[in-house]
């Protein structure tokens, strides 16, 4: 009888030493998850910033096809000059997923200023960050607005008639950084119908890629809607262009 307490006493030992043993091991191997878990959504990121460069690349060089064709020497030279700096820039920044905004906004001002040589005198642009965002400690993915900026130009401004404006604005949301990409084109409707006489199948490579990159910053996004669209209509109720709000989280993870 004088055994049974011992006994007793080395069994709660045993099943306790075994449950701290189970407990560490359980939360080492919930780390290591937790771990991979990070490294593989860091490489998916760098794999997504990685396809962004080609798609924007192709796009540049179509236009500088575009001018030797049609033999304007002179601004084919032109936006070659410009090209290879905005080249030189994403060569810069090609080890980074995220950069200060001054930089986005730099990044944005020059592929602008290529677009502007393409359509002439007939766009004109602004990219702007407002009053309370502080553009050299702030930081957004690099390039994720630049397809919508594209989206824009493509689809909305290029079969307009007339001047066509664009407006790229960086403003303080809270929680958020918000831009908002402005254009008076031909407004949604009318896009979708040229698109589906023209390109019925095409899917934006951009626009799928850029779609994967918010999804990544929004793994628990709670119903919260990243990209907001609304359509403009000017006073007589025709259509007079499309703004489109991007919501960048401040802190990314």
Same mark, same amino acid.
């Given at each position: ?161 007339? +001047?066509? %404006? !664009?407006?790229? &604005?960086?403003?303080? @949301? ?6 908002? #990409? /402005? *254009? ?26 850029? +779609?994967? %990159? !918010?999804?990544? &910053?929004?793994?628990? @996004? ?6 907001? #669209? /609304? *359509? ?22």
């Amino acid at each position: 009888m004088s055994g049974t307490p011992l006994f007793l006493a080395i069994a709660l030992l045993f099943f306790a030493v075994t449950a701290l043993l189970l407990f560490f091991q359980n939360r080492q191997a919930r780390a290591e998850k937790k771990e991979a878990e990070a490294i593989n959504q860091e490489l998916e990121k760098r794999l997504l910033r990685a396809q962004v460069n080609p798609h924007f690349l192709f796009n540049a060089l179509s236009s500088i096809q575009h001018f030797i064709t049609t033999n304007d020497k002179v601004s084919a030279l032109k936006y070659l000059s410009k090209f290879s700096m905005l080249l030189r820039q994403m060569l810069e920044q090609s080890t980074h997923i995220q950069v200060v905004l001054a930089e986005e906004i730099k990044l944005l001002n020059n592929y602008l200023e290529l677009e502007a040589l393409r359509f002439g005198p007939k766009f004109s642009f602004s990219v702007e960050a407002g009053s309370g965002v502080d553009i050299y400690n702030t930081e957004v993915p690099i390039l994720l607005v630049q397809p919508y900026v594209e989206n824009a130009i493509l689809h909305g401004l290029s079969p307009k008639q007339g +001047e066509g %404006r !664009l407006t790229v &604005l960086f403003t303080d @949301a809270g929680a958020h950084t918000a831009c908002t #990409i /402005r *254009d008076n084109g031909i407004g949604r409707r009318a896009s979708e119908a040229l698109k589906t006489a023209h390109h019925p199948k095409r899917i934006s490579r951009g626009m799928a890629i850029t +779609e994967k %990159r !918010l999804a990544m &910053l929004y793994p628990n @996004a709670a119903g919260f809607i990243p990209v907001q #669209i /609304r *359509d403009l209509y000017d006073e007589t109720g025709e259509a007079a262009g499309t703004e489109v709000s991007v919501f960048i989280p401040k802190t990314l993870k």
